[in-house]
């Protein structure tokens, strides 16, 4: 009698494989659903038309004009609107459907889903800089040089990781009927408190005290002084302000993905 063959650890799936593939699929969900895909790219490009074409050229501090001071803006609303909403909402939904039941079910290492999920966000967040960009200059509204835009999208996407937390946070706060609702109650008031539409200094006086303690705030402050515009804060300033907002929402959105997952399956 011939002994037993050794018994052998079954084979693991590459994770960088596992994740492009589920970062497709992840891109294609989104991208079919004209109601987030759409007004991703077209809302900041609405805005900078409505608010930023008009007296572009107009300088407003230095050399920094008008046009490129609402670019920054809307480059930072772009991108934190992508992340909080593709997160917020479409995690919420996908609760909703039991789609996170069907994620448990699979083979699918739970931190391959979740970094899929950051670099899909992260893709469509480069989109809609670019769609923003690119109609700024069609128009004829900004002169900045490549190196200030590079350096001005880099610094979006690395600062966004707080409202990928602030994502999940509300994915996992609320349900799949509230979510668009509690989404834009928390942050639509947040980004007029934080100067992107209206400036600081034009805001009611206890609002603008209130302001550099928002993320938000301390985010559009980063892409401003990409621009040249000095706003009496200093990047490692900004920086620090969205290191602890980053640690303290991601803390917030773990314990409400803890929660969730004990009053599934506990």
């Known amino acids: 009698m011939s002994a037993a063959a050794p018994a052998t650890a079954p084979a693991t799936a ?9 970062a497709r699929a992840e891109f ?7 109601a987030f895909s759409a007004t991703s790219l077209a809302l900041p490009v609405m805005f900078y038309g409505f608010f930023g074409i008009t007296h572009s050229h107009e300088h407003i501090q230095g050399s920094v004009t008008l046009g490129a001071y609402f670019l920054a803006s809307m480059g930072a609303y772009g991108v ?6 593709s997160f917020g909402i479409g995690v919420a939904n996908e609760r909703g459907q039991k789609m996170d039941l069907l994620m448990r079910a699979s083979p699918l290492p739970p931190v391959a889903y979740l970094a899929a999920k950051v670099l899909n966000a992260l893709l469509f967040a480069l989109m809609t800089l670019l769609v923003l960009v690119l109609f700024a200059r069609v128009t004829g509204s900004i002169s900045l040089g490549p190196d200030v ?6 610094r979006l996407l690395l600062g966004s990781l707080p409202f990928i937390a602030v994502g999940f946070f509300f994915g996992y706060l609320a349900g799949p009927n509230s979510a668009v609702a509690v989404v834009n109650l928390v942050y639509l008031p947040t980004a007029f408190a934080s100067g992107i539409f209206i400036p600081a200094s034009q805001l ?20 401003w002084q990409t621009i040249g515009f000095r706003t009496g804060h200093s990047l ?3 920086a620090l302000y969205l290191g602890i907002f980053t640690v303290v929402f991601f803390g917030a959105a773990l314990r409400a993905y803890r929660r969730d997952t004990q009053n599934k399956f506990s």
């Open 14 to 22: 590459p994770l960088v494989p596992m994740v492009l593939r589920q």
């Open 28 to 34: 294609l969900k989104l991208w079919r659903v004209p």
């Open 80 to 85: 934190s609107n992508v992340m909080v909403f």
């Open 149 to 154: 835009l590079a350096t001005l999208a880099w």
């Open 204 to 223: 009611p006086d206890w609002i603008s005290r209130l302001s550099p303690y928002l993320p938000l705030y301390r985010y559009v402050d980063v892409a």
């Open 236 to 238: 490692s300033q900004d």
